[in-house]
T-cell receptor
Framework: AAGVIQSPRHLIKEKRETATLKCYPIPRHDTVYWYQQGPGQDPQFLISFYEKMQSDKGSIPDRFSAQQFSDYHSELNMSSLELGDSALYFC????????????FGPGTRLTVL | AQTVTQSQPEMSVQEAETVTLSCTYDTSESNYYLFWYKQPPSRQMILVIRQEAYKQQNATENRFSVNFQKAAKSFSLKISDSQLGDTAMYFCAFTLNAGGTSYGKLTFGQGTILTVHP
């Protein structure tokens, strides 16, 4: 079965640089969620999109922005990167009409040096 | 705001034995979903089991079952016949249900590291 695809899987950036993380949901899933998991922590909700519109927002820094495109893929843009942004970033998707269950991608490990 | 608490930072069990992981949550809502996710060393988040709050029957998935006590706001996970591959971090998670299309974010507990010993 198809799964959520995230790219890149690993990313190394310098402080103050920008990064773009991409997420391709499972086919026929129209809702996308982004989570950030710091070392030894539980995942924290950042932002979600339903039918290309932002549906909910969590503790996402103003330096971060995201959008969902017409093909339902989503991108998380991160600017002015800080050391504290080093984390595992998960994308999850939910099927149309059944947004109660989220399926997670493998994550993108971002390291900021 | 909803909160999820896992009071057991670490648990261990012998292979083939049974172990129970605890989770409590706090919400003023009556319609919600609860989940257990498994995160092995690969860091992939894998859905283990799902419980709908309006269903009194406890969910089961093969060796995994839950004990859902709505009044007590408790949601424990029982793993029977533990296997070495069950070694992982286990997260309890909560989301609200807004009429079937919740667009809901997941709120996670702190996690419990489970080690299965041969």
């Amino acid at each position: 079965a198809a799964g959520v695809i995230q790219s890149p899987r690993h990313l190394i950036k310098e402080k103050r640089e920008t990064a773009t993380l991409k997420c391709y949901p499972i086919p026929r899933h129209d809702t996308v969620y982004w989570y950030q998991q710091g070392p030894g922590q539980d995942p924290q909700f950042l932002i979600s999109f339903y039918e290309k519109m932002q549906s909910d927002k969590g503790s996402i820094p103003d330096r971060f922005s995201a959008q969902q495109f017409s093909d339902y893929h989503s991108e998380l843009n991160m600017s002015s990167l800080e050391l504290g942004d080093s984390a595992l970033y998960f994308c999850a998707s939910s099927p149309m009409g059944a947004t109660d269950t989220q399926y997670f991608g493998p994550g993108t490990r971002l390291t900021v040096l | 705001a909803q909160t999820v608490t896992q009071s057991q930072p670490e648990m261990s069990v012998q292979e083939a034995e049974t172990v129970t992981l605890s989770c409590t949550y706090d919400t003023s809502e009556s319609n919600y979903y609860l989940f257990w996710y498994k995160q092995p060393p690969s860091r992939q988040m894998i859905l283990v089991i799902r419980q709908e709050a309006y269903k009194q029957q406890n969910a089961t998935e093969n060796r995994f079952s839950v004990n859902f006590q709505k009044a007590a706001k408790s949601f424990s996970l029982k793993i029977s016949d533990s296997q070495l591959g069950d070694t992982a971090m286990y997260f309890c998670a909560f989301t609200l249900n807004a009429g079937g299309t919740s667009y809901g974010k997941l709120t996670f507990g702190q996690g419990t590291i489970l080690t299965v010993h041969p």
